[in-house]
C-alpha cells in the first residue's frame, strides 16, 4: 500500500506497475501505525493463516536504487519465490520476534502528532500542522514516513537538499536509513545470512554500509 | 466553556471542554455523549470495558476530565494544539506491540484508487506479500 495523501500522488506509479494484486492508499498511515512502518519500502509475509511470517524488512523489486542503497533484490526476491512455492522457509516465531521492532511510547507519540498534524493541514492550518509535523520528528526521529513522508505537503522535495540533508545527518550520527534483515542484506554480521537460526543481536543495529 | 475538536481514529467529535494554560478539562456529559467513556467509581467505563482508576481525584475535578490524564489512563497517544482548539488520540504503544508480538497480523480495510475498501482479511487462506511504499 502507497503511504500517500491522496489516490493522485500514487496513481501514475500504481497505473504504470499495472498490478493484478490490490493495490491500496494509506493517506493516514493506518498500516504504519499498526505494523510500526518507519520507511519505505518495507515488506513484511503472511501466511495462509494470517500469521507474520517475516516482520518488517527493506526489500526493492528490482535493482534500480541499488546504486544509492547497496541492497540487491534478488535475495528476497529468490527467498520469496521459494517461499510462495513452499519450497523454502519463511521464519519460525522465534526468529520473527527476534527481529520485530515494536513501538515505543515515543514513536505512537511521534504518530498521534502527525496525525493531528494531518488534519490540521487538511482543515487549512499549515502554519500549526507544520509544528506538529516537526514535533513527531523530533519525536521518532528514526521514524521516516513523517520526517520524509510530511515533506510532500509541506512544498519540500523528498528527494531534494532538505532531504539529502537530513539522511546525511541520520549516516553521520550512525544510524542507517536502511535496516534489511540480516539474511536480505546478505550481511556476514552474526550469521552469515543463515536464515537456520536468529541472528546475532549485534546485526540488527550494523550498518548496511551506505 | 470552550470546545475541542477530538480526533479518535476515524471519528471527530467536538467537546465541551475548558482550556487553560493547565491544559484540556473535557465536559464529562460530552465525553460519555461523544465517545461512551464515564467516570464512577475508581473506574473509566465504556460499553466495552472498564479500567481501573489509580486516582480519580486526579483524573476528575470540577472543571472536568483531564484529557491527559485520560489518554494516559488508558495508555493512549495524544496530541493536543490548544491554540487551535484541537487533540488527535492516537495508538496504545503497548497495545500495538502486544499485537504484533502476537505475530497475529493486525487486520486493516483500505481503499484502492477507485475508492473499493480491500481487507487484509478478505485473503486470509493465501500467503500474502504486503509492500508499504511512497511516492516520495
Same mark, same amino acid.
Given at each position: 500500500?502507497? %503511504?500517500?495523501?491522496? +489516490? ?10 499495472? +498490478? ?47 546504486? %544509492?542503497?547497496? @541492497?540487491?533484490?534478488?535475495? &528476497? ?15 519460525? +516465531?522465534?526468529?520473527?520476534? &527476534?527481529?520485530?521492532? @515494536? ?25 500549526? $500542522? ?10 521518532? +526521529? ?30 553521520? $550520527? ?37 | ?7 479518535? #481514529? *476515524?471519528?471527530?467529535?467536538? !467537546? ?15 465525553? *460519555? ?10 473506574? !473509566? ?17 470540577? /472543571?472536568?476530565?483531564?484529557? /491527559? ?5 488508558? #495508555? ?7 491554540? *487551535?482548539? /484541537?487533540?488527535? !488520540?492516537?495508538? =496504545? ?8 508480538? =502476537? ?10 484508487? #477507485?475508492?473499493?475498501?480491500? =481487507?487484509? =482479511? ?8 504486503l509492500v508499504v511504499w511512497a511516492s516520495w
Amino acid at each position: 500500500m502507497a %503511504l500517500d495523501g491522496t +489516490p493522485d500522488d500514487a496513481r501514475a506509479w500504481i497505473e504504470a506497475a499495472a +498490478p493484478t494484486h490490490p493495490s491500496l492508499i494509506d493517506a493516514r498511515h493506518v498500516v504504519a501505525d499498526l505494523y510500526n512502518v518507519v520507511n519505505v519500502p518495507t515488506i513484511l509475509w503472511i501466511d495462509a493463516r494470517g500469521r507474520i511470517v517475516r516482520p518488517n524488512d527493506v526489500a526493492f523489486g528490482a535493482d534500480t536504487f541499488k546504486h %544509492l542503497t547497496g @541492497l540487491s533484490s534478488a535475495r &528476497h526476491l529468490d527467498a520469496l519465490r521459494a517461499w510462495v512455492r513452499g519450497e523454502g522457509p519463511a521464519m519460525s +516465531p522465534e526468529e520473527v520476534r &527476534h527481529h520485530q521492532r @515494536l513501538p515505543t511510547a515515543a514513536d505512537q507519540q511521534a504518530r498521534a502528532e502527525f496525525a493531528l498534524g494531518q488534519w490540521l493541514w487538511t482543515h487549512g492550518r499549515a502554519a500549526a $500542522a507544520e509544528r506538529h509535523f516537526v514535533r513527531g520528528g523530533e519525536l521518532a +526521529p528514526h521514524d521516516f514516513t513523517i520526517r520524509r513522508g510530511t515533506m510532500p505537503l509541506r512544498g519540500i522535495d523528498s528527494m531534494g537538499p532538505q532531504f539529502r540533508a537530513m539522511r546525511q545527518a541520520w549516516a553521520e $550520527a550512525g544510524q542507517p536509513y536502511y535496516r534489511p534483515l540480516p539474511d536480505t542484506a546478505g550481511s556476514d554480521v552474526g550469521g552469515s545470512g543463515s536464515r537456520g537460526g536468529p541472528a546475532a543481536p549485534a546485526s540488527r543495529e550494523s550498518d548496511t554500509g551506505q | 466553556m470552550d470546545r475541542l475538536t477530538l480526533i479518535d #481514529d *476515524e471519528r471527530v467529535v467536538q !467537546l465541551a471542554a475548558r482550556l487553560d494554560g493547565d491544559g484540556v478539562r473535557l465536559d464529562p456529559a460530552a465525553l *460519555e455523549k461523544a465517545l461512551g467513556w464515564t467516570v464512577h467509581d475508581g473506574l !473509566l467505563c465504556n460499553d466495552a470495558m472498564c479500567v481501573p482508576l489509580a486516582d480519580e481525584g486526579t483524573l476528575v475535578s470540577e /472543571a472536568g476530565i483531564d484529557l /491527559a490524564g485520560f489518554a494516559r489512563v488508558l #495508555d493512549r497517544a495524544l496530541a493536543v494544539d490548544l491554540a *487551535e482548539r /484541537a487533540a488527535f !488520540l492516537g495508538g =496504545s504503544a503497548r497495545e500495538r506491540g502486544q499485537v504484533l508480538a =502476537s505475530q497475529q497480523a493486525p487486520d486493516f480495510t483500505l481503499p484502492d484508487l #477507485d475508492g473499493r475498501p480491500h =481487507s487484509l =482479511s478478505e485473503h486470509r487462506g493465501k500467503k500474502i506479500l504486503l509492500v508499504v511504499w511512497a511516492s516520495w
